[in-house]
């Protein structure tokens, strides 16, 4: 399978919804799109861009950090100024008024979190 970097980045933002439409765990779907090979191009710059386009996105992954039941893990929440990423259950959090940039942040801890599973 050959990506773009725009399709990378795409595929990368959609990956709740192939997850969940799929028959992979998380880090076999991580495996079978060669994240690790692409990495490099996976860049909040270029997730931000694209989650400013779409902002459908940002509510994937907010699910996706709603539904994890895993400890530690990062997360994402909407807050009454914006959006709040954090290390659960005590670690750093940082606040962003922005959902492209906060989410870019949240996508990025997960699949490198995905990545050292690999």
């Not at 694209?50 to 039941?69: V, Y």
């Not at 750093?92 to 599973?117: H, V």
């Amino acid at each position: 399978m050959t990506f773009r970097r725009s399709d990378i980045i795409q595929t990368v933002c959609d990956f709740p919804n192939l997850f969940r439409n799929g028959q992979k765990s998380a880090v076999q779907l991580a495996k079978s799109l060669r994240l690790r090979a692409r990495r490099a191009e996976i860049t909040q710059p270029a997730l931000a861009a694209f989650l400013k386009d779409h902002p459908e996105q940002i509510e994937l992954w907010l699910g996706w950090s709603d539904d994890k039941r895993t400890s530690p893990a990062w997360g994402l929440r909407r807050t009454d100024t914006g959006y709040l990423l954090f290390r659960y259950p005590d670690g750093p959090r940082t606040s962003y008024e922005n959902g492209p940039e906060a989410c870019a942040a949240f996508i990025e801890k997960e699949i490198d979190g995905l990545l050292s599973s690999l």
